[in-house]
C-alpha cells in the first residue's frame, strides 16, 4: 500500500503563483510514473501534468498548462512537486497526486486550488 499526500493549495490571485507537493510513503524511484490531475465542480477528472520517477524524467502535460506549470520530482524526499504560475480563475479546481506503483494506481486525498480576486 502506498499513501500520497498533498499540500500546497489555497486561495490566490489571478496572475498569482501556488507550488503544490505530494509526498510518498515510498520511493518514487520504485514508481513508474507520477502525475497531477484535477476536478473542477462539475466536471470530470483531467491530467494536468505527468513525470517519469526514473530515467531521464520524462514530462508531459496538457495543453492548457504549457508554459504556465512544471511539475519535478525529488527522488531524495519521495516527492512530486507542481510549479503553478499565471493562475486563472479556471485554474480553481481540487488538485489530485496520482502514482503507479507495481502497475497499481494510487491517489492523494486532493488539495483545494482557488483562483479569485
Known amino acids: 500500500q502506498v499513501q500520497l499526500v498533498e499540500s500546497g493549495g489555497g486561495l490566490v490571485q489571478p496572475g498569482g503563483s501556488l507550488r503544490l507537493s505530494c509526498a510518498a510513503s515510498?520511493?518514487?524511484?520504485?514508481?513508474?510514473?507520477m502525475g497531477w490531475y484535477r476536478q473542477a465542480p462539475g466536471k470530470e477528472r483531467e491530467l494536468v501534468a505527468r513525470?517519469?520517477?526514473?530515467?531521464?524524467?520524462?514530462?508531459n502535460y496538457a495543453d492548457f498548462v504549457k508554459g504556465r506549470f512544471t511539475i519535478s520530482r525529488d527522488i531524495v524526499n519521495n516527492m512530486v512537486h507542481l510549479e503553478m504560475n499565471s493562475l486563472k480563475p479556471e485554474d480553481t479546481a481540487v488538485y489530485y497526486c496520482d502514482a503507479v506503483f507495481d502497475f497499481k494506481e494510487y491517489w492523494g486525498q486532493g488539495t483545494q486550488v482557488i483562483v479569485s480576486s
Open positions: 515510498r520511493s518514487i524511484v520504485s514508481s513508474t510514473v
Open positions: 513525470i517519469a520517477t526514473g530515467g531521464s524524467g520524462y514530462t
